[in-house]
């Protein structure tokens, strides 16, 4: 490709993408770098830290990562790109790792209606969907049970009767890596509770920049058995809808994705990624270090505030099953089932998922007249074991008006 007007269109069909529309920052940069490689400069780092990031002398490498931990996000921003709406360009804009320059090459060509399916998801989704259709099939009499509950739940009137495409989206757990000290250089898997997002790790590594060397980003996630589980409970709900179901991790989340789909949320608060500031939104906040949950009033005060009692791994304990329902603002419906622990996420599943989740709500003190639409946010208490949650009771619920 020897017209720069060719390249130049390269850049402006990224930067035109919806994930570079909503990062000015990033925007800049990749065009800074892209100004860069038309005038046939190569660029160090230092250079990149004064001329965009306006450090001055004192600028060192060692004790600042800013360049190298922003280069790295700018290249997932591009390859989500090329896996995305770019998959079927001619040519594909690189920056190699290693590397601060530009490359422009031939991209192999996928047809556009293959799936693009990254071989580190491979063993999870097969895994997933296997334990899907094996809970989905040994279910007896699915189909009954499914009406019962799209005919007298009022929480799945839109996803079923309006036009928009359901997207389900799968909370999945962010995870990075390190290499062990042995002679194979092999990888240990390392998991920090605060650390749940890769701006999370890029505020952590700005603050402790001695460990950007030991602790690296993880190419794949993970996701609980929770997730599976409450997928086949969900999925039969969803049969009677004519419209395309389609499944989301979350951390590869747009928020185009929200404007064009009906929602459902599914996971852990630790994995809501970007839907952690939708959140915010309607009013509620978490923690995950110790864990608490607040319900805040319209001056952002905290009125209400649940704490979670989570022990070791394998004994009984006290989780909150959260169900948020709320009008997006692409004229859809966005439902979120969460919970600090997986017997939080089945508990707030099998309350959405019943035909009597209605008269669940309504008790001595509450009674609940469901408008249509049905908007509303609820904590319910769920107590189990493992991923069996044993009891429950309501313990706060509040209509949202649309």
Request: no cysteine; proline share 4%; glycine share 4%.
């Amino acid at each position: 490709m020897e017209s720069n007007t060719e390249k130049e269109a390269i850049l402006e069909e990224i930067l035109n993408s919806p994930d570079f529309q909503r990062s000015q920052k990033y925007s800049d940069l990749l065009r800074y770098l892209f100004t860069a490689y038309l005038d046939g400069k190569l660029l160090k780092e230092i250079v990149i830290a004064t001329d965009f990031f306006g450090k001055d002398a004192r600028f060192n490498p060692s004790d600042d990562p800013i360049v190298r931990v922003y280069i790295g996000n700018l290249r997932k921003k591009i390859e989500h790109y090329y896996l995305t709406e770019g998959r079927s360009n001619e040519y594909k804009l690189d920056i190699p790792r290693g590397h601060y320059d530009i490359q422009i090459s031939k991209q192999e060509y996928v047809h556009p209606n293959s799936k693009i399916i990254l071989p580190v998801y491979l063993s999870i989704i097969f895994l997933l969907f296997a334990v899907i259709i094996f809970l989905w099939f040994d279910r007896k009499d699915t189909s009954h049970s499914s009406n019962s509950v799209a005919l007298s739940n009022p929480v799945w009137e839109e996803f079923l009767n309006n036009s928009k495409p359901i997207l389900v989206v799968l909370g999945d757990h962010f995870f990075m890596y390190k290499y062990r000290i042995d002679k194979k250089r092999s990888k240990a898997y390392i998991r920090y509770a605060d650390i749940n997002s890769p701006q999370a790790y890029h505020d952590f590594i700005l603050k402790h920049p001695e460990l950007q060397n030991e602790l690296q980003l993880l190419d794949f996630t993970y996701m609980r058995p929770s997730i599976a589980w409450s997928l086949s409970e969900i999925l039969p709900v969803l049969q009677s809808s004519k419209n395309e179901i389609t499944l989301k991790l979350a951390s590869e989340l747009l928020w185009s994705d929200m404007e064009n789909h009906n929602v459902i949320f599914i996971g852990q608060f630790k994995t809501l990624y970007i839907l952690e500031e939708l959140l915010k939104s309607f009013e509620i906040e978490f923690e995950t270090i110790p864990p608490a949950l607040y319900i805040l009033d319209e001056n952002m005060e905290k009125k209400h505030s649940f704490i979670p009692e989570l022990p070791d791994q394998g004994k009984y304990h006290q989780d909150y099953g959260v169900l948020v329902k709320v009008k997006g603002t692409g004229d859809n419906s966005i439902l979120l089932l969460l919970g600090f622990d997986e017997v939080g996420v089945i508990g707030a599943t099998k309350k959405v998922t019943s035909s009597d989740f209605v008269e669940t709500l309504n008790s001595d003190t509450l009674r609940v007249k469901p408008e249509r639409p049905f908007y509303f946010r609820s904590v319910f208490k769920i107590q189990g074991f493992r991923r069996t949650d044993l009891e429950s009771e309501l313990l706060y619920f509040e209509s949202i008006k649309d």
